[in-house]
């Protein structure tokens, strides 16, 4: 069975995954040497980590067919660290982030998707096309007519070429014919050697040279967890979105700990920390990738572009690449979540807008989804709060009440339930039936603690029934109400 899934993940889809792997390497070059920029460092560190990244990533990932490498969410995060201390401390802090994101997955903190819900996945998804977006249109500032043509004659081969035929993937296809049209019309066109320098070696193993202190520690510490955190983020995510695309499921845990053996390796190989990108996954997957052989390739295919064909990777014109990321764009916004606006719940429509705003507003994935989160937890815990129900009725003598509550206890709802009992009401004995109920936290417990103790202040005996176990457990062990002193603390107050 498991040489069957080994078969199936790396040689069931042999030519498409081959192909798929070619455009996502011509396309990781432009993006690698331009998070490098941001991140302040030479291009061949980007270059190096895509490497790295992409082809440790293709075997020990939890997501075949998914892309990692060099990604901007990570330089942003570099920026401060290069500019004060240097690229050593870089590396270091890459290899720390790689150790982090490795106890991540030993912790099976993979799981923590479970807990993002859909309309926080549909916000950092239309985000994340947004900012795809954005980035292309800096290469249209100053430019003439000619990249206007050759980016609208390459947007014109991707979507009308698949009319034709498949066997090639349209991407592929625009980068060739655009670049071959750009050399033999001498056109005026910002290529990738336009970019910044390529790398002329192979990347070499070394440590990075800071000295093994607790202030080098210090120092690296918070920028690691920041970017352990962000790109394991940024990676499950990923990673979820690939799942929906395919129809198939993918082991997170795995795909943590992946992550973290990757930016391991490419600090180890003078690369920066990376990790999954979901633009190139798109462009991946819409090229026909599914295995782990088109990460892998394209890891590989990248590293022999950059060093052996150089000299035509460097003509490639960026016309030709923004025609692609604005595919990658148009294909990854979800463009039924427009729609769904006026038919969905207000509290879904707002939490994905507000992923968006926060995201596209600050360029920070991990902040817009954190926001997104706190929303979705902020507008659940309200519904919850809201169908707490109590319900009373008395004896023929009137000597006994009967409450009957139904719903979820906790910090949220523990005010309406206090409100629900009318401790006006004098009586001989109240029963509270809690068979339907079920108690969280501290919070719910010392409301019911509230509940007996106003009763008890009126004269009233106080009876709980139909605790089941779990309730009891948690009542017996946080109340206060049966312990000596609890009334004279009520009145005190």
């Known amino acids: ?70 990604t901007g969410a990570m330089a ?29 997955g030993a912790l099976r903190l993979g799981e923590v998707m479970t807990f993002v819900s859909r309309s926080v996945m549909t916000g950092f998804v239309n985000a994340l096309a947004i900012l795809i977006f954005l980035a292309q249109l800096p290469e249209f500032v100053g430019a003439g007519w000619e990249m206007y043509a050759m980016v609208a004659a390459g947007l ?90 395919t129809d198939s499921d993918s082991d997170k845990n795995r795909e943590c700990a992946g992550q973290g053996l990757a930016n391991i390796v490419a600090g180890l190989f003078g690369g920066m920390a990376g990790c999954a990108m979901i ?4 462009i991946n997957v819409k090229s026909g990738g599914r295995g782990r052989l088109s990460t892998l390739f394209a890891g590989g295919f990248l590293l022999f572009l950059i060093l052996v064909l150089d000299d035509w990777v460097r003509q490639i014109p ?27 719940p207000r509290s879904s429509s707002i939490v994905m807008l507000a992923t968006v705003g ?49 719903g979820q206890i906790f910090f949220a709802s523990a005010g309406r339930f206090v409100a629900a009992f009318d401790f006006k009401d004098v009586l001989e004995r109240v029963e509270i039936d809690l068979s339907r109920a079920h108690f969280w936290d501290i919070s719910a417990v010392a409301a019911l603690d509230k509940v007996v103790l106003k009763f008890r202040r009126e004269g009233t005996r106080v009876d709980l029934i139909g605790l089941d176990e779990a309730n009891a457990t948690l009542v017996d062990r946080l109340a206060v109400h049966d312990k000596p002193g609890a009334l004279e603390r009520l009145m005190g107050h």
């Open 1 to 70: 069975m498991r040489l069957q899934t080994l078969a199936a993940e790396w040689f069931a889809n042999v030519p498409r995954d081959l192909l798929a792997g070619t455009v996502v390497a011509l396309a990781l070059i432009p993006e690698a040497i331009a998070f490098s920029i941001i991140a302040g460092v030479d291009p061949k560190v980007g270059l190096y980590a895509s490497f790295c990244i992409a082809v440790v990533v293709a075997v020990a990932g939890g997501r075949p067919g998914m892309i990692s490498a060099a």
């Open 318 to 344: 960026m016309a030709a690449l923004v025609a692609v990321m604005i595919m990658v764009s148009v294909g990854t916004f979800n463009w039924a979540s427009l729609r769904n606006l006026r038919d969905h």
């Open 358 to 406: 926060v995201v596209v507003a600050t360029h920070d994935l991990a902040q817009g989804v954190l926001v997104g989160v706190l929303l979705s937890a902020l507008f659940f815990a309200r519904k919850v709060a809201r169908i707490v129900r109590v319900t009373s009725a008395a004896s023929a003598d009137g000597a006994l009440r009967t409450y009957r509550v139904t």
């Open 279 to 282: 633009g190139q996954s798109v």
């Open 156 to 245: 014109a081969i991707i979507y009308l070429l698949p009319r034709l035929t498949t066997a090639v993937p349209s991407p592929l296809v625009c980068i060739v014919v655009l670049t071959a049209a750009s050399i033999g019309l001498g056109l005026d066109l910002r290529t990738v050697g336009d970019m910044g320098e390529l790398p002329s070696a192979l990347p070499a193993f070394l440590l990075p040279d800071v000295p093994p202190t607790l202030d080098t520690l210090r120092t690296i510490l918070p920028y690691s967890l920041t970017l352990a955190v962000v790109g394991l983020l940024e990676s499950l995510m990923t990673a979820q979105i690939v799942d929906d695309l």
């Open 76 to 104: 942003l995060v570099m920026v401060d660290l290069v500019r004060d201390h240097g690229l050593q401390y870089l590396l270091a802090a890459t290899l720390l982030t790689g150790v982090l994101q490795i106890v991540a």
